[in-house]
């Protein structure tokens, strides 16, 4: 196998700022060749295999940073290896390169006679259809074992975890431990919520879900239906606070022929439909107190009397209820019966609000995104602005409203770039630090450190996540004396 990426000639004037220097911060170099891996430098000082970042103006786009590192000094240059930064700056690349891939009849990776461009190289196996829209994301998937041996030294936990996530969820399409596509999460909370999942969903024990609105109770209790012995059963849902209290035990137990004005014929209630599933009783804590007793009675002896009937039926139905409602606080103040709580209570999983969920709420966007863009046939995308601003919403409505702003922004935008205003989301102002008060300087140190690692050590990643200009950043690393060695 040649190249593991194309190499073309090129000539982009470019920045270099050094991030453990006290005396050249920055010098002017040229790219005289570039790929997607590495590239040629003219001009460029360094004699060290330091890190550094490197800001080449690109035609057409401007400039983009990535991190650098390097090689080799020779004659005619030096050559450095390139480290990916965000898809949008990798994407600019890649364009830049095909647009200046030279026309020729040979393989450009290993220079195999191959002209057709239309698939793979009969040698290599690369793909070679450079004008499709996907291909770049297709060439590192089918490159992703090579690239990632390149850079092992380089690796600590979290990116060998946000490796893991890769392989899982887009070359062996594992779902995030969820069986629900839209059950998303790789917090530690919905890691906690998945694993507590698995273990009650093949058991016959009542289940109550704790968390706030639209933090995704139901979809929750159909996760617990799906991964039990019940999956082939009904899965029945009841909002308990959407009926009115005269409609409600009707609803829930079902009634008679004539039983009251209006029951024109025998109905069959939510209990008795759930028959050999699961019920789902949201919204428990407003049910009103004579149906506690009777959901409690039914709880002890699972038989279910339809209203205006002398008869009981026996029914097999796994009870999951949510709420939420402090149910310690309605039972002190004696609007919930304590019984009952400790009854439904045999096993309590609690769903942290969406603003506790870190990423989460980008990969949640991300998805919901996908899904209208499949639903319209429309290709979508979020700007930068809206990924930051996804970030740091409070998300009161949680994911319920977060779906909603993604469809709102979908339906608003009228390109294929969703920004915050499209969303009504509040655009993040550069000029506002995040943390105002003042820390001590060992503090802020380890801070920068921090955020640096954080974002793969991308100075205008780390400096938008403090809400700071890039120069801002580098008078920060300047400052408290951050060297090479305190970013591993």
């Known amino acids: 196998m040649g190249r593991l990426d194309v190499r073309v000639r090129t000539h982009l004037d470019s920045t270099v700022c050094y991030l453990a220097r006290e005396d050249t911060l920055e010098e ?3 790219i005289r060749e570039l790929s997607l891996s590495g590239a040629l430098v003219v001009g460029l000082s360094t004699q060290l295999s330091e890190l550094f970042a490197i800001r080449p103006v690109l035609p057409g786009t401007g400039e983009v940073e ?92 979290e990116h060998i975890q946000k490796i893991i996530h890769f392989v899982d969820s887009k070359l062996l399409k594992i779902q995030h431990r969820s069986p629900d596509r839209e059950f998303i999460g790789t917090s530690p909370g919905m890691l906690s919520v998945f694993s507590m999942l698995r273990k009650v969903a093949p058991t016959e024990m009542s289940v109550l879900l704790l968390g706030e609105s639209g933090t995704g109770k139901e979809v929750t209790a159909r996760s617990l239906h799906t991964l ?44 008795e439909s759930a028959d050999g599933g699961t019920l789902f009783l949201d919204e428990i804590g407003d049910l009103p107190a004579t149906l506690q007793a009777k959901l409690l009675r039914f709880l002890e002896d699972r038989l279910v009397q339809p209203v205006g009937s002398a008869l ?106 969703i920004d915050p205003e499209c969303m009504e989301l509040d655009q993040v102002d550069p000029a506002v630090v995040p943390d105002p008060e003042p820390k001590p300087a060992s503090a802020q140190r380890d801070y920068v450190i921090k955020v640096l690692e954080q974002n793969g050590y991308v100075i205008a990643k780390a400096a938008r996540q403090m809400q700071i200009s890039r120069p801002s950043m580098y008078a920060l690393i300047k400052k408290h004396g951050i060297s090479r060695d305190d970013m591993k």
Not at 73 to 94: C, E, F, H, P, V
Not at 124 to 140: A, P, V
Not at 378 to 384: A, G, I, K
């Open 66 to 157: 990535l991190l650098a590192k390097l090689v080799r000094q020779g004659k005619g240059g030096a050559a450095i290896r390139l480290y990916y930064s965000d898809q949008n700056t990798m994407q600019a690349l890649w364009e830049h390169i095909r647009d200046h891939l030279p026309p020729t009849s040979s393989c450009p990776y290993c220079g195999h006679p191959d002209d057709s461009r239309e698939g793979s190289c009969d040698n290599c196996n690369l793909y070679l259809n450079f004008s499709k829209k996907n291909y770049l994301e297709r060439h590192i998937e089918n490159t992703f074992a090579q690239r990632l041996n390149i850079r092992l030294s380089r690796l600590n936990l």
């Open 228 to 271: 039990s012995g019940r999956r082939d059963g009904p899965f029945v849902a009841v909002n308990c606070a959407a009926i009115p209290e005269t409609l409600l035990e009707a609803e829930l137990f079902g009634y008679e022929k004539g039983a009251f004005t209006g029951a024109y014929a025998t109905k069959k209630g939510k209990f």
């Open 312 to 417: 009981s039926k026996k029914i097999d139905v796994r009870i999951v209820a949510a709420t939420n409602c402090d149910l310690q606080l309605s039972m002190a103040q004696g609007r919930f019966r304590t019984d009952l709580f400790y009854r439904l209570n045999s096993f309590t999983i609690k769903l942290p609000p969406l603003r506790e969920r870190g990423d989460d709420k980008v990969r949640l966007a991300t998805y919901f995104l996908e899904k209208f863009s499949r639903n319209e046939n429309r290709f979508m995308e979020f700007s930068e602005e809206a990924l930051e601003a996804i970030r740091r919403h409070p998300w009161p409505g949680n994911v319920r409203e977060l779906e909603n702003k993604v469809r709102r922004g979908f339906l608003m935008a009228t390109g294929r770039v």
């Open 28 to 30: 002017r170099v040229t």
